[in-house]
């Protein structure tokens, strides 16, 4: 059982930085791909970006790209979200997910059921 635990998250001005962990427990043969997502109030769930466990390849939503970079650090079980640039715009709940199949993206992006995994969240807010 794969369990994940995010962190980092919190208030910030636009233009500001933050950076989310996430912490994976559990068998670490048993995700591929590993994933941030968001959700603001009224909307629905957003990939934002994602890495490939083996091999390292990355995926950037547009609304993020050249803002946000995504990281793992293998030998701690931990993925990272650096996030600069905020806007208000950024303000969402911001949810961890691993999936057991490599990382697959369509026209539509990144597919929340594909997901195996989620944490439990960390609130991001950006104020202008």
């Known amino acids: 059982q794969v369990q994940l635990v995010e962190s980092g998250g919190g208030s910030v001005q636009a233009g500001g930085s933050l950076r989310l962990s996430c912490g994976v427990t559990?068998?670490?043969?048993?995700?591929?791909?590993m994933a941030w997502f968001r959700q603001a109030p009224g909307k629905e769930r957003e990939g934002v970006a994602a890495?490939?466990?083996?091999?390292?390849?990355?995926y950037y939503a547009d609304s993020v790209l050249g803002r946000f970079t995504i990281s793992q650090d293998r030998a701690k079980n931990t993925v990272y979200l650096q996030m600069n640039s905020l806007k208000p715009e950024d303000t969402a709940m911001y949810y961890c997910?691993?999936?057991?199949?490599?990382?697959?993206?369509?026209?539509?992006?990144?597919?929340?059921?594909?997901?195996?995994?989620w944490g439990q969240g960390t609130q991001v807010t950006v104020s202008s």
């Open positions: 890495v490939q466990t083996r091999g390292g390849g990355t």
């Open positions: 997910a691993a999936a057991g199949d490599v990382c697959t993206y369509t026209d539509s992006g990144l597919s929340a059921p594909d997901f195996n995994y």
């Open positions: 559990g068998y670490s043969y048993s995700y591929n791909c």
